[in-house]
């Protein structure tokens, strides 16, 4: 199938690095799909792509590929036709993306980086590629510290003047790279074979200089997903509906759902903005939410209490617990009574009753914490009651 030129049909999504910045979250579950309010992330970007006109998403997988397969398959429940290009090496993200090129038809093609929650509009992305003529558009987004970004400073006429990444120094607000391009297929001819190459490093700075790469700038919503911050963070947003997302359809005007097959005891609160999944049970005069994801079969003892927080499938919460900014991957047990502010736990963790972990302390998969056994004090900010 032949495309015009500025309105791609086709994605190549990148979703071969390790995500090691998001363990213990991603210890045993690739990034892209790492449940996102009992979604695998990247389901959200084929969301996006469908809703604009994208048929076919390839994609780029190294790292765990197996795992991504297993979960999206030939993409037939999300809308798309899904293929596969998986690397034996990380080839970096040009090379990455040059990989799917037998896969790859004619015509422009968007390329996502894996680990992106935006709901930005792909069409208007498209329609500027079009109208400018240029190699490659890249979705701009400001932010306030673009230090661990792509720095992307843009002439008048929307040109890229200059693409550096990761700048060390920098001070202030600033466009960058969001991750999401069109480039049409002249760019695959740019990028060595079978080597590490990357897109921002080896070929950006190129076509900016050969004034071929124009900027796309959107106030939108942008979240890279990509540490246990703003993993929770991005559920916090869908869930208060700031960016656009099928589960804030589900939610509605009441920031709310409850599965028809959760059990709230009496006399439990469930506090919107909160989604409680399938078959999750919640115990007498626990308090869920406000901004909670309780994931499917989850346990909630009574009397405890979890906010603004991330409880995956299967979590079982004891008694009188005290659960607030953590992230508890499935499979991982809290004890009576024990407090976590800003903690992780991987998956399996055991931690028994009693306990107290605060501060952002992450705990690996498969840890036992015995009863009694961790009395983490932290400043809390004025907080009462931890
Ligand atoms: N297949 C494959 N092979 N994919 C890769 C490889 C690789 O060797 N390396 C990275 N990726 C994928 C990652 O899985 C991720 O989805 C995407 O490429 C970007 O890699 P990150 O490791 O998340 O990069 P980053 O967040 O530090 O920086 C990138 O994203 C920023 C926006 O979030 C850059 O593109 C920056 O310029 C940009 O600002
Ligand atoms: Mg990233």
């Not at 892209?32 to 998403?57: S, T």
């Not at 919460?317 to 009576?336: D, F, K, M, N, R």
Request: charged share 20%.
């Amino acid at each position: 199938m032949t495309a015009e030129r500025g309105i791609p049909r086709q994605a190549v999504i990148l979703v071969g690095g390790e995500g090691t910045r998001l363990r213990p979250v991603t210890s045993r579950v690739p990034k892209p799909v790492a449940p996102v309010v009992e979604r695998p992330f990247v389901a959200y970007i084929l969301d996006n792509l469908a809703r604009h006109g994208v048929e076919r998403a390839i994609f780029s997988t190294g790292f765990l590929a197996d795992a991504i397969e297993a979960v999206i398959g030939d993409g037939s429940g999300y809308g798309l036709e899904v293929s596969y290009a998986v690397e034996a090496e990380p080839l970096g993200t040009a090379g990455a993306i040059a990989n799917c090129d037998g896969l790859l038809d004619d015509g422009p093609f968007y390329v996502f980086n894996g680990d992106v929650l935006s709901d930005v509009d792909l069409s208007a992305l498209a329609a500027t590629h079009a109208a400018k003529g240029g190699m490659g558009t890249i979705f701009l987004t400001p932010v306030e510290d673009p230090r661990r970004y792509g720095l992307v400073e843009l002439r008048e006429d929307g040109a890229v003047a200059s693409f550096l990444e990761k700048p060390g120094e920098w001070e202030g607000t600033a466009l960058i790279n969001a991750g999401v391009y069109v480039l049409e297929p002249e760019v695959l001819e740019m990028i060595p074979r079978g080597r590490l190459f990357s897109i921002e490093r080896g070929v950006f700075p190129k076509l900016a200089a050969a004034g071929s790469l124009y900027g796309y700038v959107d106030h939108g919503y942008w979240r890279d997903i990509g540490t246990p911050d703003s993993y929770l963070q991005a559920h916090f947003d869908i869930l208060e509906r700031q960016v656009d997302t099928s589960v804030g359809d589900v939610l509605g005007e009441q920031y709310l759902y409850v599965a028809p097959t959760a059990e709230v005891t009496p006399g439990a609160r469930i506090v919107p903005p909160c989604y409680v999944a399938d078959g999750a049970r919640v115990g007498a005069g626990a308090r869920i939410g406000p901004l909670a994801v309780l994931g499917a079969g989850a346990v909630v003892g009574e009397g405890a209490t979890v906010v603004e927080a991330v409880i995956q499938a299967g979590v079982i919460i004891g008694a009188h617990a005290q659960v607030e900014g953590s992230i508890l991957v499935q499979g991982s047990s809290v004890g009576a009574g024990t407090q976590l502010s800003g903690a992780v736990l991987g998956e399996g963790c055991v931690v028994g009753a009693g306990n107290r972990l605060a501060g952002g302390i992450c705990v690996y998969p498969d840890t036992e914490l015995p009863d009694n056994s961790i009395q983490f004090y932290e400043q809390l900010r004025g907080r009462e009651g931890i």
